[in-house]
């Protein structure tokens, strides 16, 4: 059911991308380029991309740039880059969670680093948007993982339930490049948004409002934590660019602290 519109300023906002989307002699040759404006990182965990030396590289450089790093977990299908549905157990999910996120906490520690977060990707990104009984058992295995891991997941009301039945911190993320229907859901049936300035339109609604257009030309209210930026379209960056002009990206708990008065 689509929330009463609500006008209401975005004071803080995280901006995320993903790293390590290469494997073996494929590699993603600009993702470090992204680093200088985000305010946070999902590192892959070796099943839809991500090997031992480009996970240690992209840790590496998140560090540098003192970014928040997550998880970004996905089935395992490198050559589908974990695009395609995969059944599986309850059982069998949860362990595909806690095998790669556990990973990536022990690489992560070997090198004096923190993970915050974990983010699904591709097919379990989706399907985690819109089946409540998949995204209860994601969220519940990434706890198994790290009692202090925060959930990332599609904005909407599948996600802003999963904290409260799981208690388990949550964020919830939109993303500019796609179409979404009046409920938040993303329509996968239509192709994403790849042009800057209506990008950057969408943006500088919803920092303003708390709403984004969806596919009935109307606008749908959301209580977003992040917005992810893809780095797939020749202009990506551009976007993320232009969007650091408009405010200046803040990791999700320290927005969260920082909206509480702790910090100022």
Request: proline share 3%; aromatic share 10%; hydrophobic share 40%.
């Amino acid at each position: 059911m689509q929330k009463t519109l609500e006008r209401k300023s975005i004071k803080t906002i995280d901006f995320n991308c993903d790293l390590a989307q290469g494997y073996g002699v494929y590699r993603n040759t600009n993702e470090y380029d992204f680093l200088d404006y985000v305010s946070s990182v999902n590192v892959s965990c070796g099943f839809h991309a991500g090997d031992p030396m480009t996970i240690k590289n992209a840790l590496l450089a998140a560090k540098e740039k003192n970014v928040v790093i997550g998880a970004h977990i996905g089935y395992h299908d490198i050559q589908g880059f974990g695009y395609r549905p995969i059944d599986l157990t309850e059982d069998e999910l949860e362990a595909l969670v806690v095998y790669q996120v556990s990973a990536l906490l022990s690489f992560a520690k070997a090198y004096k680093l923190e993970i915050e977060h974990v983010r699904p990707h591709g097919a379990m990104y989706r399907r985690a948007g819109e089946d409540f009984r998949f995204a209860t058992v994601l969220a519940r295995a990434i706890q198994k993982s790290s009692q202090w891991l925060t959930y990332v997941g599609p904005a909407g009301d599948v996600t802003e339930k999963i904290g409260d039945y799981v208690k388990i911190p949550i964020a919830q993320e939109i993303m500019l490049d796609k179409v979404y229907t009046p409920d938040l859901m993303v329509d996968y049936e239509v192709a994403d948004i790849v042009d800057t300035e209506a990008c950057i339109k969408r943006l500088q609604h919803f920092l303003h409002t708390s709403q984004i257009d969806n596919n009935t030309d109307g606008k749908s209210y959301v209580e977003a934590n992040t917005i992810h930026f893809s780095n797939k379209y020749p202009n990506s960056l551009e976007i993320l660019e232009r969007a650091k002009m408009l405010i200046t990206p803040e990791p999700v708990n320290y927005g969260k602290v920082k909206a509480s008065g702790w910090v100022d």
